[in-house]
């Protein structure tokens, strides 16, 4: 039996803080359920905003006293300019003129929905940390408070939901009772988001961390610091898709970052590639990429690790589509786009004397993760890790472990999958086991000179705040040092023709 979608939004609490005559103007409208905004700019008609409607409110034009007599009945206003209604999820939103006194309002209704969880549940429930992407207004605090409440009152697991802003959990001291069980941790300040998810994770020992709109270096930071610790992060980040996500190069980080790497000639005869390419620098920091395009459909890119190897190097996995229709079901399919198909798994025409290189999918076993995945980048390994041992082609486990005979490993020796054993959970041990396992990989490539090259004229156009010209250089070098200095937080442009076309760097 489907969940019933069941709004919950106070907008009575909201009607309330309006002057009366705007009040009034209000509840004759028969459309209290859809109302979006209500809008008033000093010396402007008051407005009520519908999908696809707008509504003016009153005959007369706003004044201060109209302004004034809402300020009065909501919180505070804080640094972001943002205030809310006590216990509710309405969102009250200030403009100031340029001597700080408040000119205008946008005062918008917040709801939670119950029921919305459904068309993700099952990703949710997995343990695996999920980046939700989506325009504004598209659902995306929505389905994160909903999410935290399925967590903490469902499942039982001890969610901290850390509420910039009061988005989530609402305004005031008691948090709305949307989020179920969850127990939320107010941030005094945007700019400190990140020390107070950190303050969480060290406080209050929790399973999950709910976070609204990562955004800053600090926050990605932050973040691949809780995933470290085996917390399960659900969160938000600016960007509507995946390719918006790795050309920023603050957040970036969060699908675990983009560096430029010079290969062997052996090695990019037998990727098939140039020798100067892009590449993933490390394990990202979530499992699962959400794209929300609206509030009943989704595309969810599992694995993405996977992924991002697979769009760097020119493919392109087919996720999956998720959406809900009129009666409430869920269904799921594959989206096929032009030109995607599954990746190559690393299987080029082999170098004479070598054998085919294939992608292993390892299942750990009382073995570091974390120490296995930093190897495995390290070591350009053809590899990637599993969560269940049923999608293995291989599980590696430790030597006391592999002595106890656990259940589960006498299962999968029964079934015939190989086990590989190493005496103890060091980075040597593993790192052995992966070059024993690949022996003919190279080891890890030199920057390229072109890269070389950026990061010492970014270096002096910083110190001198005079633009640097780096020497003439292809395209692809071009762009790869353009990428560079924006991932700096500097400027850049391309000067000259062909073969003279250069990299001019710019001061901040």
């Known amino acids: 039996m489907r969940n019933e979608i069941q709004p919950s939004d106070d907008i009575d609490l909201l009607i309330a803080a309006m002057p009366p005559d705007i009040r009034k103007a209000i509840r004759q409208k028969d459309q209290h359920d859809q ?21 003016p409110l009153s005959g007369e034009n706003s004044t201060q006293d109209d302004i004034d007599y809402v300020v009065a009945r909501v919180g505070r206003f804080t640094e972001d300019n943002r205030a809310g209604i006590e216990r509710t999820l309405h969102r009250i939103s200030a403009i100031r003129n340029r001597f700080g006194a408040i000119i205008g309002l946008t005062c918008r209704a917040g709801r939670a929905i119950f029921g919305t969880v459904d068309i993700l549940r099952d990703v949710i429930e997995s343990g695996a940390s999920i980046l939700l992407l989506g325009r504004p207004g598209v659902g995306k605090t929505t389905l994160l ?46 700019h400190l988001q990140h020390a107070v998810m950190i303050e969480a994770v060290e406080n209050h020992m929790p399973e999950v961390i709910v976070v609204d709109e990562i ?11 809780i995933a470290e610790r085996g917390v399960q992060l659900v969160a938000t980040a600016h960007g509507n898709n995946l390719e918006n996500l ?7 980080d969060l699908v675990g970052g983009i560096q430029a790497v010079t290969l062997s000639d052996e090695e990019a005869r037998r990727r098939g590639t140039r020798k100067t390419i892009l590449e993933r620098k490390a394990p990202p920091t979530f499992h699962v990429l959400v794209e929300i395009q609206d509030r009943d459909r989704l595309v969810v890119h599992y694995n993405l690790d996977r992924v991002i190897d697979a769009l760097l190097r020119g493919h392109q996995l087919t996720p999956e589509l998720r959406e809900r229709d009129a009666e409430g079901r869920v269904t799921s399919h594959k989206i096929e ?43 350009r390994i053809p590899a990637y890790l599993v969560g269940d041992m049923e999608s293995a082609d291989l599980v590696l486990t430790l030597k ?17 999958m190989p086990v590989h054993v190493i005496k103890s959970n060091t980075l040597t041990q593993i790192e052995n086991f992966l070059r024993n396992l690949f022996p003919a990989e190279d080891s890890k490539a030199e920057p390229p000179e072109a890269l070389k090259e950026a990061e010492a004229g970014v270096t002096k156009a910083a110190k001198t705040g005079l ?28 000067k000259g023709r062909k073969p003279h076309r250069r990299v001019v760097v710019y001061p901040a």
């Open 35 to 55: 109302l979006i905004e209500i809008i008033l700019d000093l010396g402007r008609q008051p407005e009520a905003r519908f999908p696809g409607e707008i509504v």
């Open 145 to 190: 408070r909903e999410s935290a409440r399925v967590l903490a009152e469902e499942l039982n697991k001890r969610v901290i939901i850390v509420d910039t802003s009061n988005e989530i959990a609402g305004d005031g001291d008691i948090p709305h009772p949307g989020i179920g069980r969850a127990r939320r941790m107010q941030v005094p300040s945007t």
């Open 215 to 225: 955004g800053t270096e600090a926050e990605a930071i932050a973040a691949r610091t």
């Open 246 to 252: 790795l050309q920023n190069p603050t957040l970036s």
């Open 337 to 379: 786009t032009p030109g995607a198909a599954e990746p190559r798994r690393d299987e080029p025409e082999p170098a004479s004397g070598r054998t085919k290189l294939r992608t292993v999918r390892i299942f750990t076993y009382g073995v570091s993760r974390k120490h296995l995945e930093r190897a495995i980048e390290k070591w």
């Open 400 to 416: 006391s472990q592999e002595k106890r005979k656990p259940r589960r490993l006498r299962d999968v020796q029964q079934r015939g």
């Open 467 to 494: 633009p640097v010209e780096l020497s003439p250089r292809d395209a692809p070098l071009r762009r790869i040092q353009h990428e560079f200095v924006s991932r700096c937080g500097l400027l850049s442009e391309s």
